[in-house]
Nanobody
Framework: QVQLVESGGGSVQTGGSLRLSCAAS????????MGWFRQVPGKLRDFVAG????????KFGDFVKGRFTISRDNAKNTVSLQMDSLGPEDTAVYYC????????????????????WGQGTQVTVSS
């Protein structure tokens, strides 16, 4: 069983940065495909970024446009999402997710690929 706990959310002004962290237990993040999603009330959970197991290939949602970086620290068993140039449209609850699906690379943007989820952390960007 994999457990995920997010941290690092908060409030920033437009143009600011935040770094989210996801601490895993039960499995090493290096052996899992890890993803970040975000959700606003009344809308579906959207894919933000993902990093593949072992090799560490990355994927990003189209809206990221080079502003975010996803990274992994196997020794600390954490995955981080560095978010720069934030705007009000980035306001959401951000969720960490993990997958051991063999079809992850093709389906990384699909939340159904992920079996494990954290509780979420709120990010609020004010103008």
């Amino acid at each position: 069983q994999v457990q995920l706990v997010e941290s690092g959310g908060g409030s920033v002004q437009t143009g600011g940065s935040l770094r989210l962290s996801c601490a895993a237990s039960g499995r090493n993040v290096g052996s899992l495909h890890m993803g970040w999603f975000r959700q606003v009330p009344g809308k579906l959970r959207d894919f933000v970024a993902g990093i593949s197991a072992n090799i560490g290939g990355t994927k990003f949602g189209d809206f990221v446009k080079g502003r975010f970086t996803i990274s992994r620290d196997n020794a600390k068993n954490t995955v981080s999402l560095q978010m720069d140039s934030l705007g009000p449209e980035d306001t959401a609850v951000y969720y960490c997710a993990a997958s051991d699906s063999t079809t992850w690379w093709a389906g990384a943007l699909n939340r159904r690929e992920y079996a494990y989820w954290g509780q979420g952390t709120q990010v609020t960007v004010s103008s």
